[in-house]
């Protein structure tokens, strides 16, 4: 296999940036939509509905990307289709309409369209970088990188709305925010075709490919493709059903997708809420980006440790190491008070030191385990998209779960925006939930993953 090269890499993480925008949108819809005159209830329904019903449509645009990447032979190109879709969607978004009447339905097909190309973008994009190499430390390095790359876009697509929505107003400057999305976009996806790396399926499976027309360039073996197509075409129907749900059926990936779902939920819970905490129980929403870029900027400078702890102790052990780091460090946004900027900014330095767990080590976890679980034993057989399929729909149902929990709750106890009074609600939502979640998601881990999977591996080295 051929070696990775710098400028394949940079191409590779330039994908990242534009699906960052996912963010801004997550951030910015409840107070936007709320000024048009939905009322929070209203906006958590609609998110939630939006983001289960994408979530359920994940794991069939993982079947369509591995059907897609072995027809182009790449990934890239279902990529370069679904993110300007990506774009449609945001300019609606951000430029909401005039009339109460409509908003509500409005905002539901623009969040349908940006929510359906990020996720055929995403799942492309894990996925070429899962069967980029088969070397763990090719892995890590391709791992690192698009995690490193998503916060430089996460910092970019956070500190420019916040930028204008301080210049301008909330509106107009995400307005403006919505419509400089479009060249961001498009020289992204001109890096990517640029410099991406052109093939992005497995060796294994590019081997059968092209031993195929090999044989059907042969004398005599004339009909051997067609022939193969016929079958293959024969009992696609049913086997893009069977392969649908097919990651669900091994206790592994159940086991670590509830980790990964519970953990969703605990970052996601704070995500929804930050604008509202900032204005009301810090009193200084002009210093959103400050916070988040502190956030985001420790989470890049934290990559390398977690990159190498998990050389060290695994990637599993690694993660939960993130998690109580998390916990420790972020349970003290529950005591922070109006004008507590300096001890809000350490815990922003602290807990975005571990956020490079959740973001680089999962995805190692899932690449481990697909190879576990299907390339051992059917090492022709492209099935990088359905399982990141499924995972990207966990994550959707994390960050659907999180604000339909969380803005319900802050309006059945009585908290409205800028009546400092309700305050001390808005911080047990923003910061005690959440770390619970968190606590649930590393016991889960420890005992229902960790201490599982060990067990049967030593069980495995016994018998053997």
């Known amino acids: 296999m051929q070696p990775i090269t710098k400028s394949e890499l940079f191409g590779y993480g330039m994908a990242a940036i534009p699906l960052a925008v996912a963010l801004p949108v997550y951030l910015y819809v409840p107070q936007l939509y709320l000024s048009m005159g939905l009322d929070l209830a209203m906006i958590g329904f609609i998110l939630l509905v939006v983001r289960i019903g994408d979530g359920v449509i994940d ?71 899962s069967v980029w190499s088969e070397e763990l430390r090719s892995r890590t390095q391709i791992t690192a990188t698009r995690a490193m790359m998503t916060l430089v876009g996460v910092l970019m697509m956070t500190a420019l709305p916040q930028w204008l929505v301080n210049r301008y107003s909330l509106v107009h400057g995400l307005s403006v925010f919505g419509l400089l999305y479009v060249p961001v976009l498009v020289i992204a996806m001109t890096m990517v075709y640029r ?32 022939t193969n197509s016929a079958i293959t075409n024969s009992t696609s129907r049913f086997a893009a059903w069977r392969i649908l749900w097919q990651p669900l059926s091994h206790q592994r990936f159940q086991r670590l997708a509830l980790v990964y779902l519970i953990n969703g939920v605990a970052s996601a819970i704070p995500a929804a809420l930050l604008l509202f905490f900032v204005s009301d129980v810090i009193g200084r929403a002009d210093l959103t980006g400050l916070f988040l870029g502190i956030y985001f900027v420790a989470g890049i400078c934290g990559m390398p440790i977690w990159v190498r702890l998990s050389q060290v102790f695994g990637a599993a052990r690694a993660w939960l190491i993130g998690m109580v780091v998390s916990v420790v460090s972020f349970v003290w946004a529950y005591f922070v008070q109006a004008g507590d900027v300096g001890l809000f900014a350490g815990i922003c330095l602290t807990s975005g030191l571990a956020l490079g767990a959740d973001l680089a080590l999962p995805p190692v976890l899932l690449t481990g385990l697909i190879d576990d679980l299907e390339h051992n034993t059917r090492p022709d057989v492209s099935v990088e998209g359905v399982y990141f399929g499924c995972w990207h729909a966990i994550e959707k149902l994390a960050m659907a779960l999180a604000p339909g929990i969380a803005l319900p709750m802050l309006q059945l106890f009585g908290y409205q925006s800028g009546i400092i009074a309700s305050a001390h609600v808005l911080s047990w939502t923003y910061a005690g939930i959440p770390c619970l979640f968190k606590l649930l998601a590393m016991m889960l881990l420890w005992y229902r993953y960790i201490h599982v999977y060990e067990q049967y591996q030593i069980k495995s080295r016994r018998s053997s």
């Open 59 to 129: 794991p069939m645009l993982g079947v369509a990307t591995d059907r897609v990447a072995q027809w182009r032979g790449s990934y890239r190109d279902m990529w370069l289709v679904a993110m300007p879709l990506v774009a449609v969607g945001v300019v609606m978004i951000f430029n909401p309409p005039d009339s109460v009447v409509s908003v509500s339905m409005y905002l539901s097909i623009a969040l349908v369209l940006t929510y359906i190309g990020l996720s055929a973008a995403t799942i492309t994009y894990f996925a070429m970088g």
């Open 195 to 226: 410099f991406g790396p052109r093939q992005h399926l497995s060796r294994l499976i590019t081997e059968k490919l092209d031993a195929e027309k090999l044989g059907a360039e042969k004398p005599g073996t004339e009909n051997s493709l067609t």
